[in-house]
């Protein structure tokens, strides 16, 4: 019985303990929720909650500073019509509704819902029904009001709007052809015919159809051109400097982007100065009592001096980060652009080229010499975009030298190279120059005719006289060279043994094989001749064989014509997308709204797998199978599906993930023998194990891997007109 009891009594005492554990944790909750309730109705007396309702949808907004910009955009958006521009108005059901969604897209000010295309009422399905609602880009015929915004410009883009007044002409001619191409009504058929009856540019009628954009509408856009490299403030002035001997190439380029941009229909604004991107960019930046549109323009091309100015004017990329197209000569490759594995972070020039942090493909090239990169270009400036009858020269043979500085004649055996040339030509002409240097005209030889600083028409007037061009050495990959070509002008292109590095402090650890390598591997005998300047039989062979021969044809090739760069720009335009929001608008629209379309641009039909060699890079690999790599098809390959693709075993598997890495990276970075994980996909013959890329900034068709590492490389055809596209992309 005294069991019974005590057992009796240890099961009361149980239940005593379970429901005092039970009564504990009810009133903790009912105290925690009695809190919130409290906390909610402080915050909700405070501003610190706001109910929104569109439709049957609602949302909570917590946000305080997008609750304060709400009420008052609420309150006072009648007295500044920017508001009704953007799409706010009180004809909705709430009022309300239409202040969050311009906060939402247009300052973006507030958070977007977790489903925005199902949240807000008038979300439309595609950018093809956007363009119903949207203005179209129609081609343009005539560049007066470009020239106009050059003019306003001044005496910096002096040089760029000379050489666009120079080219309306042909502009104007291409332009026509564009227009008819690109009309919605046009027709294979009718586009060959117009061109055979005109040959306008020396374009194939039967590739007529390739051209992008024929019978397709185009959204037009609103695209900013800040050129920081004609800053003063920052020791560059190339607008300016192009007058007393300063580089030309980056002013080519960006003189034919925005004729083409214009051309192709879309709004441009310049921007010269750091003063001039903030009323542009940011002009109410600290303001509050007015429209702050958080994207100003649709895109933006600048330069890597641009991105810093940006970023100063804005105090933040972010919005804009997704939106830049970088012109950027040399190119940048994909581990120094990256912000913690830049081999040469440590230099301060070097920092300022790299570690942006982009997509390698938001580089724009001077050259097709980067697959990481976009290759941009510019247009040869030619009375012909291609071959042509041969061309009457004086009697007298000219040799022209290449060159505006006095130093690129510096070294005995570059003086040595020119007394050779000489000898077999009447003539030697230079236009060097350098203001306020007289005595450095002595390096040149007596018997070289220098004509100093020329007008650009006057020097091309020049060139048609010559019969070769000579280089000797420097400028690397320059647009003169080709300039020659198109004329009929042999270039001799001084060969790189063993090869250079590009230039110091530029973003890339690519290697040049001759002063200008695509006139070497892409153009070539007649038309191009790179020898060793070092030795002189092979100089006088060359020299031999070009006097025996007739003068070549004008040529130009197909993607730096002006129907061909055209075609480049415009495929970028339509076809490179590097934000990821699933809602777009646009920035002088906003009233429209459209889901983005998740299209793959070079399609995936166009990937083909390739193994390189150990230590060979995929730029290499793809070259050696007459294809090109595509960085974009990294990610469909970084598997390990992709190497049963291409039949490649795995005894095993592992990722690589530099970032978990970096304390150990951070300590050999200066070490001759540490090489940034770049390569992967590979395979490490060494250890039996295939290695797969956590890092997409990595992904890169450049990099060189360890000397028993295989590359899984995706590759694609290569266009024989046009390099950076392929033929399925057209």
Same mark, same amino acid.
């Given at each position: 019985?005294?069991?019974?009891?005590? /057992?009796?009594?240890?099961?009361?005492?149980?239940?005593?303990?379970?429901?005092?554990?039970?009564?504990?944790? =009810?009133?903790?909750? +009912?105290?925690?929720?009695?809190?919130?309730?409290?906390?909610?109705?402080?915050?909700?007396?405070?501003?610190?909650? =706001?109910?929104?309702?569109?439709? #049957?949808?609602?949302?909570?907004?917590?946000?305080?500073?997008?609750?304060?910009?709400?009420? $008052?955009?609420? !309150?006072?958006?009648?007295?500044?019509?920017?508001? *009704?521009?953007?799409?706010?108005?009180?004809?909705?059901? &709430?009022?309300?509704?239409?202040?969050?969604?311009?906060?939402?897209?247009?300052?973006?000010?507030?958070?977007?819902?977790?489903?925005? &295309?199902?949240?807000?009422?008038?979300?439309?399905?595609?950018?093809?029904?956007?363009?119903?609602?949207?203005?179209?880009?129609?081609?343009?015929?005539?560049?007066?009001?470009?020239?106009?915004?050059?003019?306003?410009?001044?005496?910096?883009?002096?040089?760029?709007?000379?050489?666009?007044?120079? =080219?309306?002409?042909?502009?104007?001619?291409?332009?026509?052809?564009?227009?008819?191409?690109?009309?919605?009504? @046009?027709?294979?058929?009718?586009i060959r015919e117009d061109l055979i009856t005109n040959k306008t540019d020396w374009f194939n009628p039967n590739e007529a159809k390739d051209f992008i954009g024929v019978g397709t509408p185009r959204i037009k856009l609103t695209i900013l051109l800040h050129m920081g490299l004609l800053t003063k403030a920052y020791g560059l002035n190339f607008g300016e400097a192009a007058w007393v001997g300063g580089p030309l190439g980056e002013l080519v380029q960006w003189s034919d982007l925005m004729a083409a941009l214009h051309i192709l229909g879309h709004d441009i604004i310049l921007s010269w100065s750091p003063e001039r991107l903030k009323e542009i960019v940011s002009p109410h930046r600290n303001r509050f009592d007015t429209c702050k549109p958080s994207k100003a323009v649709d895109l933006i091309f600048t330069d890597i001096t641009g991105i810093e100015q940006i970023r100063e004017a804005l105090g933040t990329l972010f919005h804009?980060?997704?939106?830049?197209?970088?012109?950027?000569?040399?190119?940048?490759?994909?581990?120094?652009?990256?912000?913690?594995?830049?081999?040469?972070?440590?230099?301060? @020039?070097?920092?300022?080229?790299?570690?942006?942090?982009?997509?390698?493909?938001?580089?724009?090239?001077?050259?097709?010499?980067?697959?990481?990169? *976009?290759?941009?270009? %510019?247009?040869?400036?030619?009375?012909? &975009?291609?071959?042509?009858?041969?061309?009457?020269? &004086?009697?007298?043979?000219?040799?022209?030298?290449?060159?505006?500085?006095?130093?690129?004649?510096?070294?005995?055996?570059?003086?040595?190279?020119?007394?050779?040339?000489? #000898?077999?030509?009447?003539?030697?002409? @230079?236009? =060097? $120059?350098?203001?306020?240097?007289?005595?450095?005209?002595?390096?040149?030889?007596?018997?070289?005719?220098?004509?100093?600083?020329? !007008?650009?028409?006057?020097?091309?007037?020049?060139?048609?006289?010559?019969?070769?061009?000579?280089?000797?050495?420097?400028?690397?990959?320059?647009?003169?060279?080709? !300039?020659?070509?198109?004329?009929?002008?042999? %270039?001799?292109?001084?060969?790189?043994?063993?090869?250079?590095?590009?230039?110091?402090?530029?973003?890339?650890?690519?290697?040049?094989?001759?002063?200008?390598?695509?006139?070497?591997?892409?153009?070539? #005998?007649?038309?191009?001749?790179?020898?060793?300047?070092?030795?002189?039989?092979?100089?006088?062979? /060359? +020299?031999?064989?070009? #006097?025996? *021969?007739?003068?070549?044809?004008?040529?130009?090739?197909?993607?730096?014509?002006?129907?061909?760069?055209?075609?480049?720009?415009? /495929?970028?335009? !339509?076809?490179?997308?590097?934000?990821?929001?699933?809602?777009?608008?646009?920035?002088?629209?906003?009233?429209?709204?459209?889901?983005?379309?998740?299209?793959?641009?070079?399609?995936?039909? *166009?990937?083909?797998?390739?193994?390189?060699?150990?230590?060979?890079?995929?730029?290499?690999?793809?070259?050696?199978?007459?294809?090109?790599?595509?960085?974009?098809?990294?990610?469909?390959?970084?598997?390990?599906?992709?190497?049963?693709?291409?039949?490649?075993?795995?005894?095993?598997?592992?990722?690589?993930?530099?970032?978990?890495?970096?304390?150990?990276?951070?300590?050999?970075?200066?070490?001759?023998?540490?090489?940034?994980?770049?390569?992967?996909?590979?395979?490490?013959?060494?250890?039996?194990?295939?290695?797969?890329?956590?890092?997409?900034?990595?992904?890169?068709?450049?990099?060189?891997?360890?000397?028993?590492?295989?590359?899984?490389?995706?590759?694609?055809?290569?266009?024989?007109?046009?390099?950076?596209?392929?033929?399925?992309?057209?």
């Amino acid at each position: 019985m005294y069991l019974s009891f005590y /057992a009796l009594k240890r099961s009361v005492a149980l239940i005593a303990i379970c429901w005092s554990l039970v009564l504990f944790a =009810m009133h903790r909750r +009912l105290l925690t929720q009695h809190n919130e309730r409290e906390q909610l109705e402080v915050r909700s007396l405070a501003g610190g909650l =706001m109910h929104i309702s569109c439709g #049957k949808n609602e949302i909570i907004l917590r946000d305080r500073h997008c609750i304060k910009r709400v009420k $008052w955009v609420a !309150e006072n958006w009648q007295s500044h019509g920017c508001f *009704s521009f953007y799409g706010v108005n009180s004809t909705e059901t &709430d009022l309300v509704c239409s202040v969050y969604r311009y906060l939402v897209y247009v300052e973006r000010a507030c958070p977007s819902p977790n489903e925005p &295309d199902t949240f807000f009422s008038n979300v439309l399905p595609s950018p093809k029904a956007a363009k119903q609602h949207l203005q179209l880009a129609e081609v343009r015929n005539d560049l007066t009001s470009l020239i106009s915004k050059l003019e306003e410009c001044g005496s910096v883009c002096k040089w760029i709007g000379d050489r666009v007044k120079a =080219m309306v002409p042909s502009w104007t001619d291409t332009s026509k052809t564009v227009s008819k191409m690109m009309s919605l009504g @046009a027709t294979e058929q009718n586009i060959r015919e117009d061109l055979i009856t005109n040959k306008t540019d020396w374009f194939n009628p039967n590739e007529a159809k390739d051209f992008i954009g024929v019978g397709t509408p185009r959204i037009k856009l609103t695209i900013l051109l800040h050129m920081g490299l004609l800053t003063k403030a920052y020791g560059l002035n190339f607008g300016e400097a192009a007058w007393v001997g300063g580089p030309l190439g980056e002013l080519v380029q960006w003189s034919d982007l925005m004729a083409a941009l214009h051309i192709l229909g879309h709004d441009i604004i310049l921007s010269w100065s750091p003063e001039r991107l903030k009323e542009i960019v940011s002009p109410h930046r600290n303001r509050f009592d007015t429209c702050k549109p958080s994207k100003a323009v649709d895109l933006i091309f600048t330069d890597i001096t641009g991105i810093e100015q940006i970023r100063e004017a804005l105090g933040t990329l972010f919005h804009y980060r997704c939106l830049l197209r970088v012109l950027d000569v040399y190119g940048t490759d994909p581990e120094y652009n990256h912000p913690k594995f830049n081999p040469d972070k440590a230099n301060p @020039a070097a920092r300022t080229w790299g570690s942006k942090g982009l997509n390698p493909a938001q580089f724009f090239t001077h050259f097709p010499h980067s697959p990481d990169n *976009s290759f941009m270009g %510019f247009v040869v400036n030619a009375d012909n &975009d291609g071959p042509s009858v041969s061309v009457e020269t &004086d009697s007298k043979s000219i040799a022209l030298l290449y060159g505006k500085r006095t130093e690129i004649l510096d070294g005995g055996a570059k003086l040595k190279y020119i007394d050779k040339i000489y #000898k077999y030509f009447d003539e030697m002409h @230079a236009t =060097m $120059w350098r203001k306020d240097k007289g005595d450095e005209y002595d390096v040149i030889p007596n018997y070289v005719i220098n004509h100093k600083n020329m !007008e650009q028409s006057a020097f091309l007037d020049l060139l048609d006289k010559a019969s070769v061009y000579v280089g000797v050495g420097t400028p690397v990959e320059g647009p003169a060279a080709l !300039e020659a070509i198109a004329k009929g002008v042999v %270039f001799l292109n001084p060969k790189f043994n063993p090869p250079r590095h590009v230039t110091q402090g530029k973003p890339t650890a690519r290697t040049l094989t001759s002063q200008n390598p695509y006139a070497e591997n892409r153009i070539g #005998k007649p038309h191009v001749y790179t020898i060793n300047i070092r030795n002189l039989t092979d100089i006088e062979v /060359a +020299l031999k064989k070009i #006097k025996e *021969s007739p003068r070549p044809k004008p040529y130009v090739p197909h993607e730096f014509t002006r129907l061909g760069f055209l075609e480049r720009v415009n /495929a970028y335009i !339509e076809n490179q997308d590097f934000c990821s929001e699933t809602l777009r608008t646009h920035s002088q629209n906003a009233k429209v709204i459209w889901i983005a379309e998740k299209k793959r641009w070079p399609p995936k039909s *166009s990937l083909q797998i390739r193994l390189s060699n150990p230590g060979e890079s995929c730029t290499a690999a793809c070259t050696r199978h007459d294809l090109i790599c595509e960085r974009n098809f990294f990610q469909d390959i970084n598997s390990t599906l992709g190497f049963r693709l291409r039949r490649q075993p795995c005894p095993s598997e592992r990722t690589i993930f530099p970032l978990q890495e970096y304390h150990q990276i951070r300590k050999r970075i200066f070490s001759s023998e540490f090489a940034i994980p770049c390569h992967a996909p590979s395979y490490d013959a060494r250890e039996e194990e295939c290695l797969l890329q956590s890092d997409e900034l990595l992904y890169s068709c450049a990099c060189t891997p360890p000397i028993a590492v295989s590359r899984l490389c995706p590759c694609r055809e290569v266009n024989p007109r046009q390099t950076a596209l392929c033929d399925s992309c057209l």
